[in-house]
């Protein structure tokens, strides 16, 4: 028997699981986003819940009792339990940076590529697919490759190379495609479902915000229980952002903590689709947008996951705020001057918004502050090719140097 519904975000109806249910036939694959509910009441009852034990470097799969997909595959236990760094930054003391940098594929995306993949294997499906501009696909890839199933992967044609690698390498079908992240999304979507295969879509597919999630558990149990004032975030298609605010307000909800933080998306000023439908207010609505950015993993004009992204973040007393590409190269090179972190350029969007906050008075330097890196920066280093400025230099000349 599941461990779980599906509930509609927006009109409410409930569904049993089911293979093939992805969303809400009543309001579409996007007013229709589903959400997992969990039997809460009874999670309470788990040991590791009523005792709070957990440890902090395992395995996202300790959370097992709020997941739909039990251990499956070997990799399972290298996804998750990555590092949750304290930085004095910006004029405030100990800003928590969770860095998923460090899981198999070098993205955060790994938490919800596990979940596909075991639910895929549970339902017996030969084949897995989706759309991306990188680090899903190169996230399904990686953590797919030694299962038998096969991996179709529909990318557009301007994929960074250090992403396409990683599908190469890792044996994926890879179409790269002629057109806009958003183009390829929905005729992969087409295609993939016509097919029968097994959908890795994050804001199709109810169960990879699940694997998303985990990353908000992890953050409460590394920081010992105590909840930031402020999370921080890149948004693209809104998925991300979307799993740290259930994963939080799940914890509150099975009695583990008292608090949800305010949660604010960071998106580019040349393609804020989120920011523009969550700034004209409810009833929030779809959105197509043209536009363009240095941080392809935040590139979305189409949001999927809209709906959920701009419901959770009201309710969490968050918001949304831009950068622009020049912001967000700063914040590249800063971040790592500052921490040696080297953040793909999606990834490094939450300290430029940290430090625009701070000169804007909107956050303080006596508010606590999570920044969520999702992704490393090896994945992309055609965004910082104009930052490195290292000349070459003759042994000759450099003795001189040294005299």
Sequence with gaps: MSNHILRCITCKKEFDPKPGLYYCVDCGYIMGTLEVIYDYESIKKESAVKEKKFDKKASMYQFDFLLPAKLKSQLDEYVGGTPLYKFDLLGIKDV???YDGSNPSSSYKDRASSIAINRALEEGNDTI????????????AVLNAHTEMKTSIFVPAAIPAGKLAQLEISGAEVFAVEGTYDEVYDLSLELGLKKGWYCRHAAINPYLLEGKKTGAFEIIIQNDFNIPDYILVGVGDGTVISSLYKGFWEFKEIGLTDKIPKIIGVQAEGI???KKVFDKGKPYSTISIHGKTIADSISVGKPRDVIKACTYIDASGGF??????????????????LTGIFAEPAGAVPYGGLKKLIYEEKISKTDTVCLVITGNG???????EGVIRTETISTKDLEKRFK
């Design 129 to 140: 697919f989706c759309a991306s501009t990188g680090n899903a696909a190169s996230s399904l």
């Design 96 to 98: 928590l940076i969770k």
């Design 272 to 274: 804020p689709a989120i």
């Design 378 to 384: 090896l994945k992309d280093i055609k965004a910082v």
């Design 320 to 337: 949304y705020i831009t950068l622009t590409d020049e912001e967000i190269l700063d914040s590249i090179t800063e971040l790592g001057k």
